[in-house]
Each structure stands twice: as C-alpha cells, then as structure tokens.
C-alpha cells in the first residue's frame, strides 16, 4: 500500500560566529575603506576574487595584494520570484561579477533595476552587461558594504 510521506515543519535556529581569517579579514577591512581588494598568484599571475590564502590552481601561497576596480562584467546571473531567510524581497537578482583587474568573479546581488516585469528584467541585465559597485553609506567592513552593483 502506497502512503504519503509525513512533512514535519520546523526551524532551526543555528547561531555561529565565522572565523574569516587572516586574508578575508584584510579583504573585509580594506571594503570599509571602499576598497576591492584581490590577490595574485605568483606563479600563474592570476588576481584572484575573493582572496584567499593559496591558488586553487597552483597550490602556491599568496600574498601580493592588488585592487582592483569596483566595476566589472555579469558572468552570469539569476532572478529570484521565492523568499528566503536573509534575502531581499522578491523579486532579486544575483550574479558572478568579474570585476576589471581581477581573473576570477564574485557572487554579489545586482540591483538599481526594475524586476517588477521579470522578462524586462533580464534585458536590463544579461549576460556582458557591464556593472558598478553600489556602496554602503556606513561601511562597517563586511561583504554588505557593496549594496548591490547595477549597470552602468
């Protein structure tokens, strides 16, 4: 005999603090000062974003910093219509922006678009649609600080 399967609805509240470390701590200081900082491999002269303590590619240790601009590319990009705990309203969009200076892209929300109509929504931001980084009034040294990056 064939039975449903018994949802049992519940919530985990799970507080944890995140240890960033040494090389996400300076990444996460210099964006207090609205600086995007990346790091580069000295072996295959990546920039990489985010930073991080070796090259996933070399397996070299890095240590030279270099900024770089707070404008970029959409690599790619998605558009929101569900809520989730701790994101914006839908609808939201997000994306892999390959910021200019860095080889590697970062995960950040892109905004400053109307995405009431999700169809005209996707026009205003494809795939090569070129981005800013819309910045906090009050930086406070968190990945936040950049509120969104929307066209330019």
Known sequence: MEK????VPYTWE???????GEVLTKFFYELKEKRIMGIRCPKCKRVLLPPRGFCEMCFEPLEEWVEVSDEGVIGAFQICCMKFLGAPEPPWASGLIRLDGAD?????????????DIE????????????????SDAP??????????TPV
């Open 104 to 116: 590697t892209a970062i995960l950040h929300f892109i905004g400053g678009i109307d995405l009431s």
């Open 4 to 7: 449903d399967i018994i949802e």
């Open 140 to 149: 406070k040294g968190l990945i936040t600080d950049i509120r969104y990056f």
């Open 14 to 20: 799970i507080p944890f603090k995140y240890t960033a």
């Open 120 to 135: 005209k929504g996707k026009e205003a931001i494809k795939i090569g649609t070129r981005v800013k980084a819309v910045w």
